[in-house]
């Protein structure tokens, strides 16, 4: 950041009464980490510097042994991204928040970044003159105040005094109550530059869905990881909760984020589409590279035990990377569209994955399709069941063993951040386990 731009951007702050700055970076699971720093200490330019290993941070709290950060957990420098700082839209005081870009303090990006991993395969694109154009399709739940984890979650008291129950997909109704919710995000979203393309009703009880514009990456990245942390925010306010877990409610369609990836040229042309409006060979080499990279992939895109209660039961959410033309059962869709806009859906993550993540492994294999001239399977059409050889993994522990013997993974994001995500990943997996669930005491105390 400039420092003709960053005083530009605190005098601004300053005459809106902001005080504090939230420093904000996503670790492996898109979780914003960081410090808040007063605005002096921003406006001075003085570094803000945070452990390594911070990075790597269970969803439980724990931390992978050192050897995969650092022995000495050493500091990395958390610096600012103009283009992503902001006044707080949705805080009571004035507040502002900047998303960091992660840099060692030896001056290099950090491998352990997931911002810094997208940035990386991003520029491998640029490197060729071409510019990935990408769009997120976000699902959600609205949940009523939930203090106690035992209980399943239970959608708001409508305006008739009744909770939401049956499916009302694509409702427009104002009886759920949400619209003074919904006026407040509409405007955040607005404050913060985020253009909305739809809001509506999903399949699941109480479920919703944003579809993002298409755009750059990078850009497409954070607003998608601002959106979520802005959402959670936002419902608070409102007496309710946000929830992104893959499937929160049992025997209910999950949450998914699916993500529209194209690749356009120094021009702006679409490099899948010739000039006879037909598939181009860099079309169906991208959908080659998609296939042969997934299942080794899969725990970058379902990261989190839930996850796999959401790929287990693939109602609405594909376990397979099969392709097909707007066949909703694939995992790789080919939507409808002009032939200018031709472009692949990757319909395999869940909401809870982190969205710098999802568009690092689709563009990164894609690309590396396009490079190797990797073929793709024939699409499948209408009723299938996807063969055996073209399933993804079902659990965690699965994935997990795809990934560890994964060369590929490791040839597109690095050996550093595959050996840090997997070792935080078995924490997680180990204190699931550790537990015993309701189902174990229902079903086997007085039976087995």
Not at 83 to 105: F, G, H, K, M, N
Not at 357 to 367: D, E, F, I, K, R
Request: charged content about 20%.
């Amino acid at each position: 950041m400039s420092r003709e731009a960053r005083s530009s951007l605190v005098e601004a702050w300053q005459q809106a009464g902001v005080s504090e700055v939230e420093c904000v970076t996503p670790d492996l699971n898109g979780v914003p980490r960081g410090k808040v720093m007063t605005l002096e200490g921003f406006a001075s330019g003085r570094n803000l510097q945070m452990a390594r290993g911070v990075l790597l941070q269970s969803l439980v709290g724990h931390y992978p042994d050192a050897q995969y950060y650092g022995s000495d957990d050493g500091d990395l420098v958390l610096e600012p991204v103009l283009s992503q700082s902001y006044q707080l839209p949705w805080a009571e005081q004035p507040r502002a928040l900047t998303v960091c870009d992660c840099v060692e303090i030896e001056g290099q990006s950090s491998g352990l970044s997931s911002r810094t991993l997208l940035k990386r395969i991003v520029e491998r694109y640029a490197a060729k003159g071409w510019s990935p154009v990408v769009a997120t399709e976000l699902e959600f739940f609205i949940f009523a105040p939930h203090a106690d984890p035992y209980l399943p979650f239970q959608p708001p008291v409508g305006l008739d005094g009744r909770r939401e129950e049956g499916y009302s997909a694509f409702s427009v109704a104002s009886n759920n109550g949400l619209r003074p919710f919904w006026v407040e995000v509409y405007r955040c979203m607005e404050a913060m530059g985020m253009p909305r393309d739809t809001f509506m009703h999903e399949m699941g009880v109480s479920q919703f869905e944003i579809n993002f514009h298409h755009g750059d990456a990078l850009k497409i990245a954070d607003q998608t990881f601002l959106f979520k942390h802005m959402v959670k925010e936002v419902a608070l306010k409102h007496g309710l909760i946000a929830v992104f877990m893959a499937k929160p409610l049992a025997k209910v369609a999950g949450s998914s984020m699916h993500l529209h990836q194209s690749v356009v040229d120094g021009a702006g042309k679409n490099i899948f589409n010739d000039a006879q409006d037909e598939a181009t060979p860099e079309f169906f080499h991208y959908l080659g590279g998609l296939q042969d990279a997934l299942a080794d992939l899969t725990l970058l895109l379902a990261p989190n035990i839930n996850s796999y209660q959401r790929l287990f039961h693939p109602y609405a959410s594909p376990n397979n990377f099969c392709w097909a033309h707007d066949n909703r059962a694939s995992g790789l869709r080919i939507p409808p569209s002009v032939p200018e806009a031709r472009r692949v859906e990757n319909r395999v993550a869940g909401c809870d994955a982190n969205p710098y993540l999802l568009l690092a492994v689709s563009l990164a294999a894609g690309l590396r399709g396009i490079e190797q001239k990797l073929e793709p399977t024939e699409p499948i059409a209408g009723d299938f069941t996807a063969p055996e050889n073209m399933r993804l993994p079902t659990s965690m522990q699965e994935a997990m063993r795809r990934l560890k013997r994964s060369s590929l993974a490791r040839e597109l994001l690095g050996e550093e951040f595959i050996e840090g995500f997997l070792a935080s990943k078995y924490i997680e997996l180990e204190d699931f386990l550790s537990e015993i669930t309701a189902w174990e005491r229902r079903f086997l105390a007085m039976q087995v």
